[in-house]
């Protein structure tokens, strides 16, 4: 009977230490993602920054994914598509603005591929929404863009919600 209790306990180590590596290598990803990536500013579109059962956050809706709606629509021969890349050029503030829906063809210096998903026929970039310290809602009134980082497959994620001057709102006041 002690050699089963043994090895129930090493065998619970065993998948406590897996899943400890497991997580910390997502954290090492997303860690590297952030630190490495691209920075892109994708503009914002005007949403409602309050919900009552969450505390105070933005939702987030980006001009470019209108952009990439009316072109799926147009173009899609498969009314199931879901996820999928677009190229963007980057101007010289690094924003970036709609070119095509990613077709494989070679992308140009001042163009990246950014990946999007469609979910309930809206199409997403990382997150809709940035959470944010309950009673600091005007200072993200003036989002006018959210910082990106994406990696080489162009996977997006959010860093920080910018003004129109390109000026960040978490150096705002605090």
Known sequence: ?????????LM???????????????????????????IIYLELEPVDPRSLMQGDYMSLSFAIA????????????????SNGHVVVRLDDQQIAHFQRLDDGSPIGDQ???LQYKLRNDQVRFAT?????????????QYARYGQFRINDQG???LVALYDSELKSLDSLAR
């Not at 809709?128 to 993200?140: K, P, S, V």
């Open 111 to 113: 163009e990246r591929r």
């Open 128 to 140: 809709n929404a940035f959470f944010f310290q309950e009673g600091h809602a005007e200072r993200y």
């Open 66 to 81: 209108s952009r990439i709606q009316t072109t799926l629509n147009q173009e899609s021969n498969s009314p199931n598509a």
């Open 12 to 38: 619970i180590l065993a998948g406590m230490i897996l899943v400890l590596a497991v997580i910390n290598g997502a954290i090492w990803q997303k860690e590297r993602h952030l630190a490495l990536g691209d």
């Open 1 to 9: 009977m002690m050699p089963n209790a043994k090895v129930n306990r």
């Open 155 to 157: 996977a997006p994620l």
